[in-house]
Nanobody, 119 residues
Framework: QVQLVESGGGLVQAGGSLRLSCAAS????????MGWYRQAPGKQRELVAA??????NYADSVKGRFTISGDNDKNTVYLQMNSLKPEDTAVYYC??????????????WGQGTQVTVSS
């Protein structure tokens, strides 16, 4: 069973920083891509950042402020969030496209971690 566990969310003042972590565990053969999504109350989930094959992409709203990175040895992805704004407030979800050892490729989600930015 593949699991994604996020950590690092919390309450921060506008202009502050947080670093989110997402660790994938279980019977994993490979991970094709990992990313971060967020969903604010009453709004649809949106892509924040993703990394695949060493390439990264970001939502326009976070370019220059957020950085996604990964540790392949630990099957972990990070999201460094700087210069946080109140509009960044949302539940942040980790997503991974995983090839398990004894199961077909699948899309997995973490439980979400709350990020709240106060003004």
């Amino acid at each position: 069973q593949v699991q994604l566990v996020e950590s690092g969310g919390g309450l921060v003042q506008a202009g502050g920083s947080l670093r989110l972590s997402c660790a994938a565990s279980g019977s994993i053969f490979s991970i094709n891509a990992m990313g971060w999504y967020r969903q604010a109350p009453g709004k649809q989930r949106e892509l924040v950042a993703a990394i695949s094959g060493g390439l990264t992409n970001y939502a326009d709203s976070v370019k220059g402020r957020f950085t996604i990175s990964g540790d392949n040895d630990k099957n972990t992805v990070y999201l460094q969030m700087n210069s946080l704004k109140p509009e960044d407030t949302a539940v942040y979800y980790c997503n991974a496209e995983v090839v398990p050892l004894q199961a077909p490729l699948g899309d997995y989600w973490g439980q979400g971690t709350q990020v709240t930015v106060s003004s």
